[in-house]
């Protein structure tokens, strides 16, 4: 682009000079210099040759005398490369050396001394190396306030590299005080705050961090949940845990993840109830499959209010498999082993889950039904391996095989299984030690489907 621009400017001045060409030759102009004693008598061609040359003489002297700060210049510029490529392969102590090097006098003296503290913060973590990024960050100092904002950054960054965040959070809330919306500050206070589990203090910097256009109103809520789950996991005691729920803002309350969190935490402390209520409101407000999943666990062996809750459920949401198969668990409960498997067979013909089948295996195991307990434990394994399930006419899920009515009166008369023979079920029932009914029995169950084969075979 430069040569370019000389061409034309050379251009330029052979044409007006080709244009001036006759004129001068008829009238060369006449100019007189006198200086003193000193007279000077010529034309003006002659005294703007003079200037020209005068003008390339000292462009050429000015050229020569800094020729030496401009080698010195390029050689801290090279050194720099060379640095910066140092320290992006990794090689920190040839990194460190040439962005020293690169600082020395007539240098690149802030960003040399400045990266080279970047290179020896990332060796060994020792008191030399920590001393050696000081005195760069001393040396790089030349007393501007832009200056002093970078080097004080650049310490915090260390800190935080250096894992010493009660350090970093003192000198980065006295930036922040002279930027408040700076992206950096703000992501590295962020940093420490979320590793010091101070969420109260992170979360207070979210308006400021949308703001700076750091994160997004999406962005800001996830954080928002992240610090609720946080702070209710975190929580020593059950006071402290409920005095932490509370606190929270209502929109949070009713965030299934945070929800999820409380009623985890809640039973792990033993409060039911509590996490009965949070998950009651939660699901009344909006939805959520997952959290239905956890009713089971907060109610009692014998809660029929949470059987006549969970029907409301399905009136409002029909043809949701997990309201199937939770009501098939507190069917299981109320030993109402009819129900249950109506509603656990529903529950598969909706949507076939490992979980289903592993709640209909046990029921079917407790009522003795081995061989078709067996097969649900296999269809779970296979769904928890991503893989179809081999048994799909273990229990008849169509409407085309009448199975005969449910009723209260007969909980212990269940539904007919195909393939089950009566000589199997009254053998299981009277030897419990050829079919142990523990849990400690469901594993052999499960890795044995082999022996399943061969029993079925044979009644064949």
């Not at 109260?200 to 700076?212: C, Q, T, V």
């Not at 033993?270 to 009651?280: I, Q, S």
């Not at 029929?304 to 409960?333: F, H, M, T």
């Not at 129900?339 to 079917?364: N, W």
Request: aromatic share 6%; glycine share 4%; with cysteine.
């Amino acid at each position: 682009m430069r040569a370019w621009i000389i061409f034309l400017i050379a251009l330029v001045v052979l044409i007006a000079t080709a244009a001036l060409a006759p004129v001068i030759s008829n009238d060369p102009g006449y100019v007189l210099l006198q200086f003193g004693s000193w007279t000077v008598e010529t034309t003006v061609v002659v005294i703007a040759l003079a200037v020209l040359l005068l003008f390339v003489f000292f462009k050429i002297l000015f050229w020569l005398l800094n020729a030496p700060r401009r080698a010195a210049q390029n050689l801290a510029r090279r050194r720099m490369e060379h640095g910066l490529l140092a320290l992006a392969e990794g090689n920190w102590s040839q990194a460190e050396k040439a962005l020293q090097r690169s600082a020395e006098p007539s240098g690149l003296q802030r960003a040399g001394y400045l990266a080279a503290a970047r290179a020896a913060s990332s060796q060994t973590n020792d008191e030399a190396s920590e001393l050696r990024q000081q005195q760069y960050l001393e040396a790089a100092d030349n007393g501007q306030s832009r200056t002093r904002f970078l080097l004080e950054l650049s310490r915090a960054r260390l800190y935080i590299t250096r894992n010493k965040l009660a350090l970093a959070i003192p000198i980065l809330k006295q930036l922040r005080r002279r930027r408040r919306q700076h992206p950096q500050v703000l992501k590295m206070l962020a940093h420490c705050y979320r590793e010091q589990g101070q969420w109260a203090r992170f979360r207070e910097l979210l308006p400021a961090m949308r703001k700076a256009k750091i994160i997004d109103r999406s962005g800001e809520n996830d954080i928002h949940i992240l610090a609720a789950t946080s702070e209710l996991q975190n929580a020593e005691t059950s006071e402290v845990f409920q005095k932490t729920w509370e606190s929270l803002l209502r929109p949070m309350r009713l965030e299934p993840a945070v929800v999820e969190c409380y009623v985890k935490r809640a039973l792990a402390f033993g409060l039911p109830r509590l996490a009965d209520t949070a998950l009651t409101s939660a699901l009344d407000k909006k939805w959520d499959d997952q959290l239905m999943d956890l009713y089971p666990q907060c109610q009692p062996d014998n809660s029929e209010k949470a059987l006549s809750q969970v029907e409301k459920w399905r009136r409002k949401y029909p043809d949701n498999a997990v309201i199937e198969r939770v009501l098939g668990e507190l069917c299981q409960k109320q030993r109402l082993w009819g129900k249950a498997r109506a509603h656990l067979l529903e529950s598969l013909r909706l949507k076939p889950a490992q979980k289903t089948y592993q709640i209909l295996g046990e029921l079917l195991e407790r009522q003795g039904e081995i061989e078709a307990a067996l097969r649900c434990y296999h269809n779970a394994l296979q769904l928890s391996q991503g893989l179809p399930v081999k048994h799909q006419q273990l229990i008849n899920l169509g409407p085309s095989v009448e199975q005969p009515a449910i009723t209260d009166e007969q909980p212990d008369k269940l539904l007919a299984v195909p393939g089950q023979t009566q000589q199997l079920a009254d053998q299981t029932s009277t030897d419990s030690t050829q079919y142990p009914h523990d849990h400690e029995a469901l594993g052999e169950l499960v890795t044995l489907p082999e022996a399943y084969h061969t029993s079925n075979e044979a009644n064949k």
